[in-house]
Nanobody, 123 residues
Framework: QVQLVESGGGLVQAGGSLRLSCAVS????????MGWFRQAPGKEREFVAA????????YYGDSMEGRFTISRDNAKNTIYLQMNSLKPEDTAVYYC????????????????WGQGTQVTVSS
């Protein structure tokens, strides 16, 4: 069974940094893109970033570009999200997903999801 496991969340002050990890394991899965979404209480899930298997193509949500960086290590089947200059409005549960065919910014296109990791940014 394919599993995605996020880690690296926590509590940080505004202006600080965190690095999230998402590891794929437990089965055979050839993915085209992996991505990060986030969801705050009472709000819809929001696209954060996505990366192609080759790493040649990346996408970012409007409020993340310039602060967040997505990367991957295919040998470890792991993607990362480096989060800098964090703001209180970045507080959310961050989810990692993977898909073989679809649209990167649509959460419904993802075939697999992790359990999420909490990021809390204090002011």
């Amino acid at each position: 069974q394919v599993q995605l496991v996020e880690s690296g969340g926590g509590l940080v002050q505004a202006g600080g940094s965190l690095r999230l990890s998402c590891a794929v394991s437990g089965g055979t899965f050839i993915w085209s893109f992996m991505g990060w979404f986030r969801q705050a209480p009472g709000k819809e899930r929001e696209f954060v970033a996505a990366i192609s298997w080759s790493g040649a193509t990346t996408y970012y949500g409007d409020s993340m570009e310039g602060r967040f960086t997505i990367s991957r290590d295919n040998a470890k089947n792991t993607i990362y999200l480096q989060m800098n200059s964090l703001k209180p409005e970045d507080t959310a549960v961050y989810y990692c997903g993977a898909y073989s065919s679809g649209t990167y910014y649509n959460f419904g296109t993802y075939d697999y999801w992790g359990q999420g990791t909490q990021v809390t940014v204090s002011s």
